[in-house]
C-alpha cells in the first residue's frame, strides 16, 4: 500500500558492506503483520530497493 513502516538510519562513516536487521517493529514499537514489504536504502553513492516478506 506504500506506506512507511519504519525508518533505520546507519553509521554514516560505514563503508563497504554493510547489513543490519529489522526486529519486525513499527516505528510506533508495534509488531508488524505478516505480509511482503519492501526495503530501501540510499546512500551517498546511490540507493537498493530489495523485496522482504515477514512470516511471523
Sequence with gaps: ???IVRRAQAL???SGDVSWTW???GQ???VAPA???RVRA???EGGMSQ???RVR
Design 1 to 3: 500500500m506504500g506506506r
Design 12 to 14: 554514516a562513516s560505514a
Design 23 to 25: 526486529d519486525g517493529l
Design 28 to 30: 510506533d514499537g508495534s
Design 35 to 37: 505480509g511482503s514489504y
Design 42 to 44: 540510499i546512500g551517498p
Design 51 to 53: 523485496p522482504l516478506v
